[in-house]
């Protein structure tokens, strides 16, 4: 009988299958990964504010405050012109109001930024592959 138990099995192999993306992966993949990634825990700190399980709450919203923190570290504000001085400013307000929906225990500042890295998400997803070449050159 194994010494781990299913969960950790589980977690074990969602860690590898994890890391495993990230090697293989382009920089327009991983900007792509780290936004999924960032919705998955806002996803769970919706759920825990429902559930009042407040520690986890606390864990995933950290997580995924730090998940756009590297989103918005990942800007490059000098090639980036105003796009990217945007985007500096939007990720700043979405770590802000994930932070204030945790503390208020308000699903809807959680929604709010949801939303926004969804249509962030889809306007990147929707860049040309020109566009996504010249991003893999920059970041060379």
Sequence with gaps: MSSYSR??????YQSVAAHGGVA???????????MDGA???????????QSKATIEK???VHRA???IDELRCSLDLDKGGPIAA???????????????GSVQNRVEFLD?????????RSAWIALPSAGRELSAAAAR
């Design 58 to 60: 606390a864990r995933v």
């Design 39 to 49: 919705l998955e825990r806002i996803a769970a700190a919706r759920g825990c504010i």
């Design 24 to 34: 293989a992966a382009d920089p327009h993949r991983l900007v792509l990964m780290l």
């Design 112 to 120: 709010e930024v949801a939303t926004l890295l969804k249509e962030i």
């Design 65 to 67: 405050v730090a998940i």
């Design 86 to 100: 945007n985007l500096d400013d939007l990720y700043d307000y979405c770590c802000r109001q994930l932070l204030r």
């Design 7 to 12: 969960a950790g099995q589980l977690a074990a």
